[in-house]
């Protein structure tokens, strides 16, 4: 660990959740100086369990569990519960995603915990909120994605949906945890008191979703996908060596891709909007293609340069040395007891005057158990 620095430093988290959503919403809290403390069962964050190249640790949870402190305290047995308890005293923020039921049964409902401490920031993620029919049922990303439309969207038009790999609803709602965490902490300097937090996973698939979910009474049911296809000229496109993803939505953006392409017949009334372009999209797309077929997709990003917003398909392995990503600071250097050193993101934001601390890996199981425990067994004695 580093000096504390960052705009939440001097802010203890406790990390009780599994899996991404609520895991990454703590560690971009760490990203911003808090001190996350991640609290395992015995048999570890399930993540942990998934497949993985790495032989001693998954990949996604090196990712998703960046600058934490980890420790494994049993909430069954009433020794750990004790501890967790000392640690709420000493804590700003609990994160956890048990189902509703769950926290009360364990002792750490948001009421339980108030006891001990009434300034605790209590934010639990779940699936699909505290109330209605579903509130105990299990959430998944791609099962949200698959519920909410957003697969139906990622289909081709007329065929079966699809999904979108990437865990983005996981990875939004862990931005809501973020924001939200740090709004209840910016009003309890006002009011000098904790709150609740209700973060789920049918939220942050709905907010993504947000320019598509407008319903105006005079409408019928299908508007038309929601409006929000661009009509085949903005998509991915097929080139000589290579797949290139190009938007021309506007219409200096349109003329220069026409310009670009020698496809300057197309600049004409009869495709003069986005509209009439995705109306005539059969007449246009053929020409575009055949024209993209004259070079490589990097040698048309080149040549696009920034007169065309668009980019050539890559791997997340081109990345790490991408010149932009280098540029802006994004990739670390890691060390970690059990995989070693290894290179990840960290530094979802900047701050000129509040550095974000320098990072750190993963914690192995129980890696700062010792520690902690002594820390909480001291806060015990100390009540």
């Not at 909430?75 to 926290?103: G, I, M, Q, S, W």
Request: hydrophobic letters at 40%; one cysteine or more; aromatic letters at 8%.
């Amino acid at each position: 660990m580093t000096s504390p620095s960052g705009p939440l430093a001097g802010i203890r988290v406790l990390d009780l959740s599994a899996y991404i959503a609520g895991p990454y919403g703590c560690a971009l809290l760490a990203d911003m100086g808090a001190d996350v403390v991640k609290i395992e069962p015995p048999a570890g964050d399930n993540l942990r369990k998934y497949p993985s190249t790495l032989e001693s640790e998954s990949r996604a949870f090196l990712g998703v569990n960046r600058s934490k402190r980890g420790v494994v305290l049993d909430l069954k047995k009433p020794d750990d519960l004790a501890r967790l308890h000392a640690l709420v005293r000493t804590a700003d923020v609990l994160v956890h995603n048990f189902r509703p039921e769950v926290p009360a049964r364990l002792g750490i409902a948001c009421e339980q915990l108030r006891v001990h401490n009434p300034r605790l920031i209590y934010c639990a993620v779940s699936g699909y909120g505290d109330t209605g029919p579903l509130r105990d049922k299990a959430g998944y990303d791609q099962v949200l994605q698959t519920m909410t439309g957003m697969a139906a969207m990622q289909g081709p038009a007329g065929g079966p949906p699809g999904i979108l790999y990437g865990s983005v609803v996981d990875y939004y709602a862990a931005s809501l945890v973020a924001g939200g965490v740090s709004a209840a902490l910016f009003e309890r300097e006002r009011s000098g008191q904790g709150q609740s937090i209700g973060v789920s996973l049918l939220r942050s698939a709905l907010a993504m979703q947000s320019a598509r979910l407008v319903w105006a009474d005079s409408e019928p049911r299908d508007v038309g996908g929601r409006d929000m296809r661009s009509g085949g000229i903005t998509g991915i496109h097929p080139t000589r060596e290579g797949w290139l993803y190009i938007s021309a939505n506007t219409p200096h953006f349109w003329q220069a891709l026409c310009e670009k392409t020698g496809l300057q017949d197309l600049l004409v009334e009869r495709y003069d909007s986005v509209r009439k372009r995705a109306v005539h999209a059969q007449e246009i797309v053929p020409k575009l293609h055949a024209a993209l077929a004259s070079r490589s997709a990097l040698e048309w990003e080149a040549l696009f340069g920034e007169e065309v917003p668009c980019a050539a398909s890559r791997e997340v392995e081109d990345m790490f040395d991408f010149p932009q990503v280098q540029s802006e600071g994004m990739v670390h250097r890691f060390e970690h007891p059990a995989v070693g050193g290894y290179r990840g993101f960290a530094g979802a934001w900047t701050f000129d005057r509040t550095p974000d601390p320098a990072p750190f890996a993963a914690p192995a199981l129980d890696e700062h158990g010792d520690a902690l425990r002594a820390e909480a067994d001291r806060e015990r004695k100390g009540k």
